[in-house]
């Protein structure tokens, strides 16, 4: 499991010379931040997945995953790298989604169709998309903010669960698998 991870997440100096990264200066020794255990793994998709649903572009996303990250002493690079699941393809399903969601928990009309007013990227540059979705985000107000806050804290902690879950899986069967090598 570990060198899966390591194959993958990038070092810890490229990770520290990056500009919003830099800015916990020492707090970033802390050996939760680098070491790959099952907590500070399990901790650091909980906060990669939390901080994906900030909104905003990456480089918000990659702040906020690595403050969770310094402030709950999960693993950073599994934190920043996590947040990637939310990424233009992916936002408007996942807000729809989060409305949904809020719609739901606040209790005015679950079930009913999104508001009139669509989101159209069509004949947009990539510079316009993020003020266009922000527009969109706006309308939609008080059932959005609510279910992205619910679905957050729900991806969280079945990120969470998983990973630890998935590793507690992998450890029995390499231990079982040793044991046979040795009888």
Do not use: C
């Amino acid at each position: 499991m570990r060198k899966f991870f390591r194959k993958y997440l990038p070092s810890h100096e490229k990770i520290r010379q990056s500009r919003f990264v830099g800015l916990f200066g020492e707090r970033l020794k802390h050996h939760n931040l680098w070491h790959l255990h099952r907590r500070s793994v399990a901790g650091g998709v909980a906060a990669g997945l939390f901080a994906g649903l900030i909104p905003g572009s990456n480089p918000i996303q990659f702040f906020f995953a690595a403050l969770f990250a310094v402030m709950f002493k999960v693993n950073l690079p599994v934190a920043v790298v996590t947040t990637l699941y939310s990424n233009p393809f992916t936002v408007v399903p996942i807000y729809i989604a989060a409305y949904a969601i809020g719609e739901f928990a606040i209790g005015n009309g679950a079930g009913k169709d999104l508001p009139q007013n669509e989101l159209d990227l069509t004949d947009k540059n990539i510079g316009e998309w993020i003020p266009a979705l922000m527009d969109w985000m706006v309308s939609l107000g008080k059932p959005l903010l609510v279910g992205l806050l619910l679905l957050a804290l729900l991806l969280s902690l079945t990120g969470y669960i998983a990973v630890r879950a998935g590793w507690r899986f992998y450890a029995i069967y390499a231990w079982r698998k040793r044991a046979q090598r040795r009888h």
